[in-house]
């Protein structure tokens, strides 16, 4: 779910959890959890209440985006931590990706192989499964064979 950054507030306004969580879609277990393994930091406490900093918002919507590119959690801490003064920050996140990229290639072209299989299949017109030339050539990628099923 891709966050809405709602910022009309005040530099040093601070917000309750709740408001977090509806300004950017996030659960507030989900930001509790963050906090938890330190991808956020610790909120100043009101009456007890966790209260964020409106750059919060910020944060969780790096933290999204960087989990929907398919970056690790220690990953992105790597990236949260940068200073802004930090010019290899920017070098780091690129060398993220370039490991990133080949890995998410072959994931489109697997899923590229299987929509063009299961449009096939759609529009099979075989009597039967054992008439079907679907199952005769190999569409889709060869899957591991553990050992238990090899006996």
Known sequence: ??????????????????????RTGRSASSIRYYEAIGLLPEPARVSGQRRYPVEAVRTLAVIDTARRAGLSLAEIRTLLEARPDD???????RALAERRLPD????????????????????????????????DEPWLPQRSVSSSERR
């Open 87 to 93: 010019a290899s920050a920017v070098e780091r996140l």
């Open 104 to 135: 998410v290639r072959a994931q489109i072209e697997r899923t590229q192989l299987v929509h063009r299989w299961l449009e096939s299949a759609a529009e099979c017109t075989c009597p039967s499964l054992d008439d079907s030339p679907l199952f």
């Open 1 to 22: 779910m891709p966050l809405k950054a709602e910022l009309k507030s005040t530099p040093d306004e601070l917000f309750t959890i709740g408001e977090i969580a509806r």
